[in-house]
């Protein structure tokens, strides 16, 4: 016994030494980028990091436009139908248009909606695009854009997110048909290297693919200190002892993280709690340790939709909730139920709702699931967890004051709603949609 407690402690000590190690590699190479200004990045410095449309869409968007902006006329989209469609359909690049938002009918179960990114040829042939950053997929979405592409002679249908995952049941309707996956990991980073190679002669246009696949690089965890990654390396296979504890470290990385959101989720609940709301325990969506362990681990069933909610108006069979949930992000907002019933945030009836929290705020995405959601700041992505913020949580003082602060926005947004479904105008407005 005492033995096995002496190996324990050498293995511990081996541990801690390679992770003082790393952690000076890291500091080294944090400074150089202080020093050169490696950190800076003009999309992030404007906050559109994650904007789907504004940003990520119209961006690429515009790549794909032989008449863009750029003046590289169609070299781009030659690129990307070489790099992400492997030459898999017959195009004509030239004449061809490209557009963001492009509008295909009134939204059924299966026909209609928006489409984030389409490219068309002169011969009826189309890339259909839909673009996930952090939103989560919308009931049949997949499927109705599939039905649209069956309008052209030929078509391409893809799926494109962080890091290439597939499309759920929920946006495909639970049917099966063909569809590409690509990734902005891989397949986006590889063209956009070779659109920054084709644009050498034109050095803004450069400049702005190469501030843009440094903003992917981050968003994918995709370092962008590959030197750093290769000190790394190096330092860790100089010895099978090195190699050893690496990989024991890796094996404990799920429980860190598991541990980290858990005490989040107990941090935020007990701050809510200090404001004066009430959490609704009984909500079937109300987070449990086991639901966070279901979230990294892929043996388990798990379910990526949990949180805290809180019921701040029930008149006339409405109900509306604030919550507070993850999915990749952590983000906040206002649900809606009639007559128990969920999901209706983007009914027609349901606008007036719609139109109370956007006038408060602005800043408020609506969908089916939510009259208006927001990340919280800052923006804690608990699925990549690579992120300054995500780290600081290990920090109880940090943990406290991020949680405290997400508390007291939501006490003054719950505060400022309830006000104005108070308000007579809107409640008669409001009464006169519900009966």
């Excluded at 952690?23 to 404007?46: C, M, P, S, W, Y």
């Excluded at 898999?88 to 909606?113: C, P």
């Excluded at 069956?150 to 799926?159: H, V």
Aim: with cysteine.
């Amino acid at each position: 016994m005492e033995e096995l407690k002496e190996q324990t402690r050498i293995n511990l000590y081996s541990m801690r030494a390679l992770l003082e190690k790393t952690t000076a590699i890291v500091r080294k190479h944090h400074q150089i980028l202080d020093v050169t200004g490696g950190r800076f990045n003009l999309f992030e410095v404007i906050g559109v990091t994650t904007a789907e449309t504004r940003l990520h869409s119209a961006f690429i968007t515009e790549l794909l436009d032989p008449k863009g902006s750029h003046g590289l006329k169609d070299k781009p989209l030659k690129s990307f139908i070489r790099h992400c469609l492997e030459d898999d359909i017959e195009f004509q690049t030239e004449g061809a248009t490209s557009k963001a938002e492009h509008y295909i009918g009134v939204k059924t179960e299966k026909e209609g909606g928006q489409i984030d990114i389409i490219v068309r040829d002169n011969q009826n042939r189309a890339i259909i695009i839909e673009n996930k950053i952090n939103a989560g997929d919308q009931e049949y979405q997949m499927l109705r854009y599939y039905n649209h592409s069956k309008t052209y002679k030929d078509s391409r249908l893809i799926y494109l997110s962080l890091d290439g995952k597939q499309p759920t049941a929920y946006s495909t309707g639970g049917e099966e048909f063909n569809f590409i996956t690509l990734s902005y990991r891989y397949e986006i980073i590889n063209w956009l290297t070779e659109c920054k190679q084709l644009a050498v002669d034109f050095p803004l246009v450069r400049e702005a693919i190469n501030h843009y696949i440094n903003l992917i690089k981050q968003l994918t965890n995709t370092s962008l200190m590959d030197n750093m990654n290769q000190e790394i390396v190096e330092m860790i296979t100089h010895s099978p002892e090195n190699m050893q504890n690496a990989f024991e470290l890796a094996k404990t990385l799920n429980n860190v993280k598991i541990r980290i959101q858990w005490e989040f989720w107990k941090q935020l609940q007990q701050a809510l709690g200090d404001q004066g709301l009430k959490i609704k325990t009984d909500d079937p969506k109300h987070v449990e340790a086991e639901k966070v362990r279901g979230y990294y681990e892929k043996t388990r069933n798990k379910n990526i939709y949990y949180g805290l909610w809180i019921e701040v108006y029930n008149q006339a069979g409405i109900t509306v909730h604030w919550g507070c949930e993850v999915e990749e992000t952590i983000y906040s907002g206002f649900t809606i139920e009639k007559d128990g019933v969920g999901g209706i945030s983007d009914r027609a009836d349901m606008k007036p709702y719609r139109d109370v929290i956007m006038e408060y705020d602005g800043r408020y995405q609506s969908n089916q699931c939510w009259l208006g959601w927001q990340n919280v700041s800052p923006e804690l992505d608990f699925k990549m967890f690579d992120s300054e913020a995500i780290f600081s949580l290990a920090d109880p003082k940090k943990l406290k004051e991020i949680t405290e602060s997400i508390a007291l926005q939501a006490k003054n947004d719950i505060d400022q709603v309830m006000l104005r479904l108070a308000n007579k105008e809107v409640s008669e407005v409001l009464d006169v949609k519900v009966n």
